[in-house]
Nanobody, 120 residues
C-alpha cells in the first residue's frame, strides 16, 4: 500500500516561503501514470488543490496560486516538494499530499496532513 508523509515547519512568518516535502513509500514517483498532488484545507473551508507533479516531471498549478507556487521532486529520495512564496495568514491550513493514478476521479492515497500556520 502506498504511503505518503508530509514534513516541514509548522510555523512560517508572513512574506516568507512555505516549504513542505512529501516522502512516498512502496511506489516510485516515476511510476506511470501517477501524479503527486498538494492539497490544502484552511480552517472552516473546503479543500483546495494547489498543484501537482506527474510521473514524467511535468507540473500543473492552480491558477489562483500559480504565481507563488513551485513543485519539484527528488527521484533519488522518492520525494516531492511544495514551495509557496510570499505567504500571508490566509495561507494557514492543513496541507496534504496525495496520489492520483491517471484520470481517476479521486485521489487514491493521502498523507496524514500537516498544519501550517502563517503568523509573526
Amino acid at each position: 500500500q502506498v504511503q505518503l508523509q508530509e514534513s516541514g515547519p509548522g510555523l512560517v512568518k508572513p512574506s516568507q516561503t512555505l516549504s513542505l516535502t512529501c516522502t512516498v513509500s512502496d511506489v516510485t514517483i516515476t511510476t506511470a501514470f501517477y501524479s503527486w498532488n498538494w492539497i490544502r484545507q484552511p480552517p472552516w473551508k473546503g479543500q483546495e488543490w494547489i498543484g501537482s507533479i506527474a510521473y514524467n516531471g511535468s507540473t500543473r498549478y492552480s491558477p489562483a496560486l500559480k504565481s507563488r507556487t513551485s513543485i519539484s521532486r527528488d527521484t533519488s529520495k522518492n520525494q516531492f516538494t511544495l514551495q509557496l512564496r510570499s505567504v500571508t495568514p490566509e495561507d494557514t491550513a492543513v496541507y496534504y499530499c496525495a496520489s492520483r493514478l491517471g484520470d481517476a476521479e479521486h485521489y487514491d492515497y493521502w498523507g496524514q496532513g500537516t498544519q501550517v500556520t502563517v503568523s509573526s
